[in-house]
């Protein structure tokens, strides 16, 4: 204990001059990030507040309700919600398998040479810009759908094709953070593993994965909270008008969907459907929230440690 003490003390003595200024400034991009956090959530509470207090709105009504018409007074945050959760719901069918299987991939399989190509071009997926993707998903996604379903089922606009387009649009984060989940399992593992006669995709399916699922579990819920945050995908290939419907190939609007639409209209900030855009934004706040608690008590509860 001394000893460490010692080493301690005789490390802060030899720090450079430059180092003070380095940590301060470290300090200072921490506080600043945590007051910002803190800055944003006090004003969405402060205008959430406020649009509640008013009398065109009911807390129950609010939670309860299915249709979101703010000119006729009718606030049901369900029908955004849904077309939230459906576009998410494709989103992950896309994202989910195929990222895993590329993280098995180029963990498990790849050489270090087709590794070192290879992620490179799948992370360049990361790298377009969102209103390229709600284009892709408009001009490219729902024209396939209506020819494999029918024009006369499948509508211009449409949660079904938002959803598959974010897919591939998430599919580099959930790769790229699997692939970091399973390479932190000790190749002791696999050799123990290929010393018991296991071929190559029963010890990554039956070891690897198992000794890295917090990790992999991290990513899915971190992939599912990037899903429903996704604003130009679904604002421009979704539709721009809430409906609570289930028919994935429906028109319906999105949470991030409808902020944007609000946001960018003619309104006066004091209108009433421009205040209902921080509650939104709030009630988006709080899921994400949330969700990445989830993640970390997920991650401190099945996080396995290697010496």
Not at 56 to 74: A, R
Not at 166 to 188: H, K, Q, R
Not at 208 to 233: D, L, N
Not at 286 to 296: D, E, G, P, Y
Request: charged fraction near 15%.
């Amino acid at each position: 204990m001394n000893r460490n003490s010692d080493i301690q003390r005789s490390i802060r003595r030899t720090r450079r001059p430059g180092e003070r200024l380095i940590e301060v400034f470290l300090r200072f991009c921490g506080a600043l990030s945590v007051f910002t956090t803190i800055g944003i959530v006090v004003i969405l509470a402060e205008e959430s507040f406020r649009f509640f207090l008013g009398p065109e709105v009911s807390l129950i009504e609010y939670f309860t309700t299915t249709m979101w018409q703010p000119v006729i007074g009718k606030f049901g945050i369900w029908s955004l919600v849904n077309a939230t959760l459906t576009t998410t719901a494709f989103a992950m069918l896309v994202a989910l398998p195929l990222g895993i299987g590329a993280a098995i991939y180029l963990s498990e399989y790849a050489s270090p040479r087709r590794r070192e190509v290879l992620k490179p071009i799948l992370e360049v997926l990361a790298g377009i810009p969102t209103v390229v993707y709600g284009y892709f998903a408009l001009t490219f996604m729902t024209p396939l759908l209506r020819d494999i379903f029918g024009p006369d089922i499948v509508q211009i606009y449409n949660t079904c094709s938002a959803g598959l387009v974010m897919g591939i649009l998430i599919l580099p984060l959930v790769a790229s953070m699997a692939e970091d989940a399973l390479n932190t399992v000790p190749n002791s593992l696999r050799e123990a593993s290929y010393g018991l006669g296991a071929t190559k995709l029963e010890t990554a399916i039956h070891i690897v994965f198992p000794a890295a699922i917090s990790g992999i579990t991290a990513a899915v819920i971190v992939a599912i909270s990037r899903a429903i945050g996704e604003t130009m995908i679904v604002a421009i290939a979704a539709g721009a008008g809430p409906a609570f419907t289930f028919n994935p190939f429906a028109a319906a609007e999105t949470m991030t969907g409808h902020i944007v639409r609000i946001s960018g209209g003619d309104l006066s900030y004091q209108s009433i459907d421009y205040k209902s855009i921080f509650s939104i934004a709030l009630l988006l706040f709080l899921i994400t929230l949330v969700l990445n608690m989830i993640s970390r008590r997920i991650v401190e509860k099945y996080r396995e440690e290697y010496e």
